[in-house]
């Protein structure tokens, strides 16, 4: 079937979708925001943070998990996901999957929930705090993956 089924729609169309139901913020903005108690969730796989570095003090939660640690009513919920006023920051790679994944979080009534443009490329970019995966500066969620050998 090459004819795309009725009420299918496109990944652009998807995020840009997304993309319009969210806020989103600069790296420097983002980085603002976590004196104010947001939290920097780095969806990124292992391998990317091995190769090009975490973000200190980010929270890391693999892709397939995220809603689950993150909706307040998941028994598999982290601890500090208690409420639905949390200020979730999603970044990823390039912030592409990361809109995609904040979306995901406001259909859990995490209104707040958004991502950051350009993902880690950006923040790197901006010469914010970056460190190598074998520094040990991240909180790795459970089930996630380090990005360093144990």
Same mark, same amino acid.
């Given at each position: ?7 299918a ?6 995020l840009?979708a ?6 989103? @913020?600069?790296? *420097?903005?983002?980085?603002a925001e976590?004196? %104010?108690? !947001?939290? #920097?969730? /780095?969806?990124?796989? $292992?391998a990317?943070?091995a190769?090009?570095?975490?973000i200190?003090g980010s929270?890391?939660i693999?892709r397939?998990?995220?809603?689950w640690?993150l909706d307040?009513e ?7 996901a ?5 200020r979730?920051i @999603?970044?990823c *790679?390039e912030?592409?999957t990361?809109s995609? %994944?904040? !979306?995901? #979080?406001q /259909?859990?009534?995490l $209104?707040r929930?958004?991502?950051v443009?350009?993902?880690?490329q950006?923040?790197?970019a901006?010469g914010?705090?970056?460190a190598?995966?074998a520094e040990?500066?991240?909180v ?5 993956s ?5």
């Open positions: 079937m090459t004819t795309r089924p009725p009420g729609r496109s990944v652009d169309e998807i840009a997304a993309r319009a139901r969210l806020s989103r @913020v600069t790296p *420097a903005e983002a980085f976590l004196d %104010a108690g !947001a939290v #920097l969730i /780095d969806i990124r796989p $292992a990317q943070r190769a090009a570095g975490e200190p929270v890391v693999e397939n998990h995220l809603e640690r307040p998941s028994s598999a919920r982290l601890p500090w208690t409420g639905y006023d949390l979730p @999603v970044i *790679a912030g592409y990361s995609l %994944a904040a !979306a995901a #979080l /259909d859990l009534g $209104a929930a958004t991502d443009t350009g993902g880690y950006a923040w790197q901006a914010l705090p970056t190598r995966a040990r500066t991240v790795i969620a459970e089930g996630a380090p990005a360093f050998a144990e």
